[in-house]
Nanobody
Framework: QVQLGESGGGLVRSGGSLTLSCAASGRAFGEYAMGWIRQAPGKEREVVAA????????HYLDSVKGRFTISRDNAKNTVLLQMNSLEPEDTAVYYCAAKRQKDILYFNFPPAEYDYDYWGQGTQVTVSS
């Protein structure tokens, strides 16, 4: 079991940058694939970025490739999402999510937006102009 909490959201202008942080509690954190999922008002949730349990595989939404970077530090139980060149279309609530991956034989990576087991409360990102 893992508990997640996001921070780092805020209001930025188009072209600006933000770094979101996800703090996790749980002794088995290093056994989970991690993802950042966002949801804008009136729209469905979408997986922005995902990172495998061992950090060896990444996945990015096409629209954020080259702009966003996901990383993890298992020793600190932390996942980051570095966001550069932000656009108004990036405005959404961003959630950190986890799904156990280690030793799962037929693990689907990246997990779909509905396929995560644990979720944080979300942090708002607003990009103006």
């Amino acid at each position: 079991q893992v508990q997640l909490g996001e921070s780092g959201g805020g209001l930025v202008r188009s072209g600006g940058s933000l770094t979101l942080s996800c703090a996790a509690s749980g002794r088995a954190f290093g056994e989970y694939a991690m993802g950042w999922i966002r949801q804008a008002p009136g729209k469905e949730r979408e997986v922005v970025a995902a990172l495998s349990w061992n950090g060896g595989t990444t996945h990015y939404l096409d629209s954020v490739k080259g702009r966003f970077t996901i990383s993890r530090d298992n020793a600190k139980n932390t996942v980051l999402l570095q966001m550069n060149s932000l656009e108004p279309e990036d405005t959404a609530v961003y959630y950190c999510a986890a799904k156990r991956q280690k030793d799962i034989l037929y693990f689907n990576f990246p997990p779909a937006e509905y396929d995560y087991d644990y979720w944080g409360q979300g942090t708002q990102v607003t990009v103006s102009s």
